[in-house]
């Protein structure tokens, strides 16, 4: 079954993950940990991991448990918890907490990461050692907003509503979740570069660039909506920031109520109602891979650590209706998933 139309048959309901259980004999056991603010690991990140562990050979139920752990405020105790557990490997998704909180538990039981990282991840001194190959018990993938990304995602939407002249950002200035890993706040280096090659591109088609770039609160994402109405914003850009992320039923319902057409960086966001994602490609089924590859023996060491740069399209036919859009035949063709 292509990715594409598995993803399609899931759109139309909401998928939990199977319950977690013990270690079973025979049975390896994968330790899910989501730093995550706002809640746990979305239906369509879960469905990618299964879909790589699926490429091992590895069936959730049949062969290999997953135990699910997920509060942004308790990650040392869970993953304290999952060692405890002495589950195979542990598969850390949401942010960098939760690779500390993992690596401060155990030196012993294999890490896989899957993260979207604003940061150098040569800041990560604590974690690993640069890009390339793993340190330690450490290894997995991870992918960065850019400005690059940020012009694809402004055409993308040009596309479907090809005369908006008043584009909005929506974005999180403040990384607060990089309290954890650095002690304090750490403002996001590429937010100032997406900005200004956001609003050159909008400049050249004679429109203005709207910025939100205090939507750290669920009040103030209220707010940003509120004057998003007021000032005539005709389609929004979402920073793919973890924070908003995790607050992506209340984004997609009130771009819904306001009836502005969105694009992140989050195809979960796409599954939660928002019109368009472009985004890195399939970070959370390469991770499912490694782990595949790990209980089948390798080590981290085998593995090097991953920067995505491909991309992948989604679509959600029912929030264009919605809308009153057109999706052109291009678009629908170039997609990756189409949720109807």
């Known amino acids: 079954m292509r990715r594409r139309d598995f993803i399609t048959l899931i759109s139309g309901a909401t998928v939990w993950p199977l319950a977690g259980h013990a270690q079973q004999q025979g049975v390896s056991t994968i330790g899910l940990l989501n730093a995550q603010e706002g809640g746990g690991a979305s239906e369509t990140q879960i469905a990618d991991i299964r879909l790589g562990l699926t490429d091992g050979g590895f069936i959730e139920g049949k062969n290999v448990s997953v135990e699910y752990r997920s509060d942004h405020w308790h990650i040392p105790e869970l993953a304290a918890d999952l060692v405890k557990r002495q589950v195979s490997v542990i598969l850390c ?25 604003p940061f150098d991840f040569d800041a990560y001194d604590t974690i690993v050692k640069g890009v390339g190959w793993p340190k330690a018990n450490v290894s997995g993938c991870f992918w960065s907003p850019s400005a690059s990304f940020a012009s694809k995602r402004l055409d993308l939407l040009g596309k479907l509503v090809p005369n ?9 200035e403040v990384n607060s979740g990089a309290r954890t890993v650095f002690g304090k706040d750490y403002v996001i280096p590429e937010s100032d570069e997406i900005k200004r090659t956001l609003a050159k591109d909008i400049y050249r088609i004679g429109g203005k660039l709207v910025v939100y770039e205090e939507a750290f ?16 914003v005709e389609m ?12 992506r039923g209340q984004i997609a319902d009130l ?58 399209l989604f679509i959600n036919l029912k929030t264009a209706k919605a809308l009153e859009l057109t999706v052109p035949n291009d678009l629908l063709a170039s997609a990756d998933g189409i949720i109807k």
Request: aromatic share 6%; glycine share 10%; charged share 20%.
């Open 217 to 232: 609160t669920e009040r103030r994402i209220e707010s940003a909506f509120e004057d998003i109405a007021r000032q005539g």
């Open 93 to 117: 998704v949401g942010n960098g907490e939760g690779i500390k909180a993992a690596q401060e538990s155990t030196s012993v039981i294999p890490i896989v990461f899957a993260i979207e990282t």
């Open 164 to 172: 908006a002249k008043v584009v909005g950002y929506l974005d999180n």
């Open 236 to 247: 929004l850009v979402v920073s793919p920031d973890t924070f908003l992320s995790s607050r």
């Open 255 to 312: 771009a819904r109520r306001h009836a502005i057409p969105a694009i992140t960086g989050w195809t979960n966001l796409v599954a939660e109602g928002a019109l368009i994602s472009y985004s890195p490609v399939e970070g959370f089924r390469q991770a499912g891979i490694y782990a595949g590859r790990i209980l089948r023996g390798a080590k981290p060491g085998d593995l090097p650590i991953r920067q995505l740069k491909q991309s992948e």
